[in-house]
């Protein structure tokens, strides 16, 4: 197939704010504190660090490596170094961008809600029965087609003039929100207790699995790892960009603002009283962000109103700029594979997820578990099939990872991590989430049935 020739990042700030970008989102404010809420505070934090540093950089550092190296799609990046019998891990990332952004759609719908509602007529009392009524349902479903219409809009720009230009204007004013919004909390009164809460470790929690499978789950799914996001991005890469400190700055990056949204959310919730409300919630992810946070800037009156909508932007700018990685994973694939002008897959690619939400956007429970399926399979098996791919099946992925650099010391390590370290911590893990998962799935099914019956 003859096709034009392969779009490029215009510089290295617009890759790296891209990347960063993919990584910073939902996760980091949504899911972030909420694990941490539940499992131990900073003995959860730490265990997620330590994940992150000696499991998630390393393969990150693998997908960038096969994205670069084979300047392709995810698909046919790993048939061009380990021949076609891989490519349905590459057919199972593509899978893996469906049903994230199918569900990830859906919340970033309720975060554009919220948005407007702050800067709109602001947070009433009623917030939490609210929630229930604008989280299912036509309105989600609204909501959900909005979002997904903006996604399709950017990556149908393409690479410079979508996609690196959105990330250029709108990663930097995410972190200035952020940042100021923690300092503000700093300032409020009773704001000690939350950040006790945050920062001291509750060394009993953390002796459970499913404190490790959380935390690992959460590496990934934050990073964007296991499902070729950050491989497509890279395959717009030059080959003179330095992937080990893209890497590192990207690893920093993410989980910079993940503590630092901590740092947003507990104060304030804390300052307000309304602890109780998360800590005991059933509601537990969706409870801390869109049911307490806006009770506190509802009681905290005009002041409320700016912080309030600060907030949500920042929400919305995450969730955007990290829904347009996972478009970008099917919209490649669809553009190499089957030789589709950009418009035209963005269309049909945004089309087909925007259905595929649909259940996600008339039960919460379904879009609980399909994010349970997409973290506990799909993300760390993906990690698996990568680090598996890297460490054993490429020929020299440290030539590949050298180039741009001037040699690093630290290649054979990372290169033994992907052969013998990774593989079993992410078996290890996988034996324990995948009959969880299964377990809460065929209990929905039931609950489902029951329900029609
Ligand atoms: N990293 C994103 C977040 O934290 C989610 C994501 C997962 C994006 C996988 C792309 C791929 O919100």
Same mark, same amino acid.
């Given at each position: 197939m003859a096709s034009a020739p392969r779009e490029h990042w215009s510089s290295r700030t617009g890759f790296v704010l891209a990347a960063i970008g993919s990584a910073v989102g939902l996760g980091n404010m949504w899911r972030f504190s909420y694990l941490a809420a539940e499992n131990g505070g900073a003995a959860f934090v730490v265990l997620y660090l330590t994940i992150t540093l000696a499991v998630g950089i390393p393969v990150l550092l693998a997908e960038l490596v096969i994205g670069r190296g084979s300047q392709q799609s995810p698909i046919r990046a790993l048939a061009h170094f380990g /021949? @076609?019998? !891989?490519k349905p891990l590459g057919g199972v990332f593509v899978a893996a961008g469906f049903l994230i952004l199918s569900y990830y759609s859906v919340i970033a719908g309720w975060t554009v809600r919220y948005a407007l509602i702050a800067l709109g007529e602001g947070f009433g009392q009623d917030v939490a029965e609210h929630f229930s009524e604008v989280a299912v349902g036509w309105d989600a479903f609204g909501y959900h087609v909005a979002f997904m219409a903006i996604t399709v809009f950017v990556v149908a $720009? /393409? %690479? @410079?003039?979508?996609i690196e230009r959105t990330a250029l204007v709108l990663m930097p004013t995410l972190f200035a929100i952020v940042v100021g919004l923690a300092l503000y909390a700093a300032t409020l009164q009773g704001a000690g207790p939350g950040y006790a809460y945050y920062l001291s470790v509750d060394l009993e929690k953390l002796l459970h699995w499913s404190v490790l499978k959380d935390a690992a789950g959460q590496a990934f799914f934050s990073l964007s790892l296991g499902m070729g996001a950050m491989l497509t991005f890279a395959?717009?890469?030059? @080959?003179?960009?330095?992937l080990p400190n893209s890497s590192l700055v990207i690893g920093f990056a993410d989980v910079a603002v993940a503590f630092v949204a901590g740092l947003v959310v507990f104060p304030l919730i804390f300052a307000l009283g309304l602890e109780e409300r998360i800590v005991g919630s059933k509601l537990g992810t969706v409870g801390a962000l869109f049911i307490t946070l806006p009770q506190a800037f509802a009681e905290m009156g005009a002041i409320g109103r700016g912080v309030g909508s600060l907030f949500f932007v920042a929400l919305v700018v995450g969730a955007l700029t990290s829904a347009i990685s996972l478009l970008e994973v099917v919209v490649s694939s669809a553009i190499d594979g089957? $030789? !589709?002008?950009r418009r035209r897959a963005a269309l049909v690619a945004g089309g087909a997820i925007t259905l595929l939400g649909a259940p996600s956007a008339w039960n919460t429970d379904v879009l609980g578990l399909v994010d349970q399926i997409a973290n506990n399979f799909f993300l760390l098996g993906g990690g698996l099939g990568l680090a598996l791919f890297v460490g054993w099946i490429m020929r020299d992925p440290i030539a590949e990872a050298a180039g741009g650099t001037? $040699? %690093?010391?630290w290649f054979p390590l990372w290169r033994w991590l992907l052969r013998l370290a990774v593989p079993a911590f992410l078996i290890f893990v996988l034996a324990y989430a995948v009959p969880e998962t299964w377990e809460a799935a065929r209990n929905l099914f039931a609950d489902l049935l029951g329900r029609s019956a």
């Open positions: /021949g @076609r019998a !891989w $720009g /393409g %690479i @410079r003039g979508g395959s717009y890469l030059k @080959r003179d960009e330095h089957l $030789g !589709w002008p001037e $040699g %690093i010391g």
